[in-house]
Nanobody, 113 residues
Framework: QVQLVESGGGLVQAGGSLRLSCAASGSIFSIKTGGWYRQAPGKQRELVATITPGDSTNYADSVKGRFTISRDNAKNTVYLQMNSLKTEDTAVYYC???????WGQGTQVTVSS
């Protein structure tokens, strides 16, 4: 079974940037959609961004213009570049394979004011 491993989370001040990575155990993102989701304390998990094998992207309204999703098929990796971070972006960020039940373990992003 494919496994996903996220990295790149951390603590950053408001206005700063972070880049998250989601590495797959196989060459899967060339044929499957990759997605980033997040879950803040006390809130439901929500979609942040997705990228299809054809490079079509979709973003939540709250991150449009600030976050960019991309992928590198040679590295079996999907990225989430997060700029102009806000305190409300604080959450655990998860990578997901397509619309499946295959998720990464999550990486914490904390934005301080």
């Amino acid at each position: 079974q494919v496994q996903l491993v996220e990295s790149g989370g951390g603590l950053v001040q408001a206005g700063g940037s972070l880049r998250l990575s989601c590495a797959a155990s196989g060459s899967i993102f060339s044929i499957k959609t990759g997605g980033w989701y997040r879950q803040a304390p006390g809130k439901q998990r929500e979609l942040v961004a997705t990228i299809t094998p054809g490079d079509s992207t979709n973003y939540a309204d709250s991150v449009k213009g600030r976050f960019t999703i991309s992928r590198d098929n040679a590295k079996n990796t999907v990225y989430l570049q997060m700029n102009s971070l806000k305190t409300e972006d604080t959450a655990v960020y998860y990578c997901r394979l397509g619309w499946s039940n295959i998720w990464g373990q999550g990486t914490q992003v904390t934005v301080s004011s």
